[in-house]
């Protein structure tokens, strides 16, 4: 049998129900985990007692919930009424929140364990961060939820939650070779949130495989009056819907190479090629299209900037207290004009009607998650594609902000393995509410990718 933190959250949820593996000793061994995976630093806060407490409350309860016991990493921008909730930021170092964001209600309501909070940049703002790359940790993971993609790698937990706005969630699962959801905007509660009608900055799954991933998704997903954007789903169980697709039989897939008119690392796009069209071979129509949103780039920086201020608004006077990054992001959103705005708003009501037109033909959009493999961890950003010299700092992650920009929802599945055992994630893309069938595309996705555990993990 598999040692306890080394089962998938499907696995582990079935033992903990039969009552072969209680939540204390999945929980104990999680933490020891992550004690091993310390130069990881995928934690902002653990309390192994604290944890352990959680989990013995689970294992003296009759009922229990959907997780069962399973051990979560929370990301250090949601609030945790029981632990500091940091937003990785100098000016909150111990701030305890008053109560837990809905979303984390709803994972302690489904007997999930609270195991820590995973490490982020401030605000979750700058991409990369302090955390490294299991799959080799010269590399960075990926951001901004770097700490939860690298701790579900590690197995230092089976699932934790991210958040994105532009790809934060998409990208740190590409690079960490795990499956990362980017869900609809309402269908997990957002509250608290600065801007609560924002259908931008969303909370994702994280879980090794596409069943785990869904798993969370089912655990977070319902309609809350706390958020004026909430919804329902339109289905009961993604989990339940995505095992009724044992194949690709006829659905109508279209792979883009390179959606953000940025160019894409050869090798990259090679191996998300040779993914896509291998699902011919469990019964998908595949076509490879030219499909160009890059004239969204333009608007998306405009609309980030306005986010960037109501999401600071509060703290507006401290700004000279905020980390370089996101000062200077919150300066550029304070230039904004009425018009500035609106010009963006025109352009980004075209790029969505342009994703509309592709999904009546298509079931499906993939393409490469990231046009440049997981870098060096000291290394901020990469500058250039191919050669080619990007305008700015965000340019490099448009490919995931480009969903963002026009709200839809999206995953990255692993698609392969670099030369020198990288991992390159597959984005799949959907219309809204289409989470099941993108969850059952990344299992098929993943199953044939190759991409296995971290070298020291296997």
């Avoid at 997780?67 to 990301?75: C, D, N, Q, R, T």
């Avoid at 699932?159 to 070779?177: D, E």
């Avoid at 990007?390 to 392969?416: E, K, Q």
Wanted: charged residues 20%; proline residues 8%; negative net charge.
């Amino acid at each position: 049998m598999n040692s306890p933190e080394r089962l998938t959250a499907s696995q582990a949820v079935a033992q903990l129900t039969a009552g072969t593996l209680t939540a204390e000793a999945l929980t104990r061994a999680c933490l020891e985990q992550a004690r091993a995976g310390a130069e990881i630093k995928a934690w902002a806060w653990l309390d192994p007692e604290q944890a352990i407490a959680q989990a013995r409350a689970v294992d003296r309860a009759g009922r229990k919930g959907l997780l069962a016991g399973v051990p979560v990493g929370i990301k250090d921008i949601i609030d945790t009424v029981d632990m500091p909730t940091g937003h990785g930021s100098p000016i909150y170092p111990r701030h305890r929140p008053f109560a837990d964001a809905a979303c984390v209600a709803l994972i302690r309501a489904a007997s999930g364990v609270i195991l820590g909070k995973t490490v982020t940049t401030e605000f979750a703002n700058r991409h990369p961060g302090p955390t490294a790359n299991p799959h080799n940790i010269d590399h960075t993971p990926g951001g901004s939820s770097s700490g939860s993609a690298a701790a579900v790698a590690d197995f230092m937990v089976p699932l934790a939650i991210g958040t994105q706005t532009g790809g934060s969630v998409i990208r740190p699962a590409a690079f960490c070779g795990i499956v990362g959801l980017r869900p609809t905007p309402g269908l997990i509660p957002n509250h608290p949130m600065p801007l609560i009608w924002d259908p931008g900055q969303v909370h994702g799954a994280l879980g090794r495989d596409a069943e785990d991933t869904a798993f969370m998704l089912d655990a977070m997903v319902g309609f809350s009056r706390l958020s004026p954007i909430s919804v329902a789903p339109p289905w009961t169980s993604a989990l339940a819907e995505m095992e009724q697709r044992a194949d690709a039989s006829k659905l109508r897939v279209a792979y883009a190479p390179d959606i953000a008119g940025l160019g894409v690392d050869a090798e990259i796009e090679g191996i998300c090629r040779n993914a896509a069209l291998g699902l011919r071979s469990a019964g998908a129509i595949v076509e490879v299209i030219d499909f160009d949103v890059a004239d969204g780039r333009g608007p998306y920086q405009t609309w980030r900037g306005l986010w960037m201020v109501g999401q600071q608004y509060e703290r507006l006077s401290e700004i000279e207290r905020f980390g370089k990054n996101l000062r200077g992001n919150v300066e550029v959103g304070l230039t904004l004009t009425a018009l500035d705005i609106a010009a963006a708003e025109q352009k980004r009501q075209q790029a969505y009607h342009r994703f509309r037109a592709l999904f009546e033909r298509f079931d499906i959009l993939l393409t490469p998650a990231a046009p440049v493999k997981p870098f060096a961890v000291e290394v901020d950003f990469p500058d250039s594609i191919n050669g080619h010299k990007l305008a700015n700092y965000l340019d490099w992650i448009a490919p995931a902000f480009l969903v963002t920009l026009v709200s839809l929802p999206a995953a990255s599945a692993p698609a392969g393995l670099t030369r020198d055992g990288l991992p390159v994630g597959m984005q799949i893309v959907a219309p809204r509410f289409e989470e099941p069938l993108i969850l059952s595309v990344a299992k098929l996705i993943h199953g044939s990718s190759g991409v296995g555990w971290p070298p020291a993990l296997q």
